[in-house]
């Protein structure tokens, strides 16, 4: 049985950031319609850091998909040659269950997570919203001015990261790729004040960005914190916000930047306005005024991972692009017979 698998190199050709953010609008959709399976990830600490690997599996009805997402997330390796995020995506059929695609994690979760927040400020930023500050200086700050730039028309470009060498790095390599004007900001304080568009992209465990620094009207795409116990926003950021999230159970669960909000007792559970889907489906309202502060609370969700596996062994099937290889299939005494 021919299995693609598909390189980081395969996986960006295949799935650029505008076909991203449609795949993830879709598989958002398909979440806000029930005929998904989405367990709360697995994740495994491993001792003395900050260092886990994370087991997401999920089924998406709507695209046939079965799936798991398998990842070791290092923060440690920011800076370094190597992503802070290293897996694989297995893509199974829905029959059988046989393996149809391995394909690179690092790439696929490089591309969705932006292309998720892409959607989300589609939805939630003003029209008119392009003046970007980024937090960080990584590989989600490279995708997510992809992002940014596919459904607002980015004007300016601020951003903020330590060592400062790596905010450098990247504004004079992204200005060379988009011919946008990329400032290097001296302080995250810097790079927020009068942004409308906010995007934190960081390692951090303890708040980058502060309420105190948010413009009327801003939209914010919080991305970097994963767990209970990290936020990249303080308590009057979350407060003065309205808040939106991919998946309510993941974020009563997972979300730092609310569940340390509400335990000091700043919101409640009603904080949450709506999924990112339930807004697509006219389920829950988006943005109400223009000077409203909006927050999309990004922790990632397996069918992300699946949808976008999925299209990009579609897409390698019909264009000859990748790997492939045979792997399993066949009853194995049949196959060891012959």
């Not at 693609?4 to 806000?32: F, G, H, T, Y």
Request: some cysteine.
């Amino acid at each position: 049985m021919d299995v693609l698998i598909a390189d980081q190199k395969q996986v960006s050709a295949l799935l650029p950031m505008d076909e991203a953010i449609e795949v993830m609008r879709r598989a958002l959709s398909l979440l806000d319609g029930g005929d998904v399976l989405l367990p709360l990830r697995s994740m495994l600490a491993l001792p003395d850091g900050d260092r886990v690997m994370g087991l997401m599996p999920s089924y998406l009805g709507g695209i046939d998909a079965l799936g798991v997402k398998v990842i070791a997330a290092f923060p440690a390796n920011f800076g370094s040659e190597y992503d802070t995020h290293q897996g694989v995506v297995l893509v199974f059929d829905t029959e059988r269950g046989l393996l149809r695609a391995i394909v690179d994690a690092t790439s696929i979760t490089a591309i969705r997570t932006a292309a998720v927040s892409g959607a989300a400020t589609d939805l939630l930023a003003r029209p008119d919203a392009g003046d970007l500050a980024i937090i960080g200086a990584g590989t989600q700050a490279h995708t997510h001015l992809q992002a940014m730039r596919a459904v607002r028309p980015v004007r300016r470009v601020r951003v903020f990261s330590l060592p400062a060498g790596s905010a450098e790095a990247f504004a004079e390599r992204e200005q060379r790729l988009t011919g946008l004007p990329i400032e290097v900001a001296a302080s995250a304080e810097e790079a927020v004040r009068g942004a409308d568009l906010i995007c934190t992209v960081t390692t951090a465990t303890e708040p980058v960005l502060h309420g105190a620094w948010l413009a009327p009207g801003a939209h914010i795409n919080a991305v970097g914190a994963y767990t209970p116990t990290t936020r990249e926003l303080d308590t009057a950021a979350v407060v003065r916000s309205r808040l939106y999230v991919d998946r309510r159970e993941a974020a009563l669960s997972e979300a730092g930047e609310f569940l340390l909000a509400r335990g000091e007792g700043a919101v409640d559970d009603g904080h949450i306005v709506g999924e990112i889907g339930e807004v697509l489906a006219g389920k829950a309202p988006g943005r109400g005024a223009p000077d409203e502060i909006t927050l999309f609370k990004s922790l990632g969700i397996a069918i992300e991972d699946l949808a976008a596996a999925r299209y990009v062994y579609d897409k390698a099937k019909e264009t000859g692009v990748g790997t492939w290889v045979e792997i399993g299939g066949r009853h194995f005494g049949a196959a060891a017979a012959e």
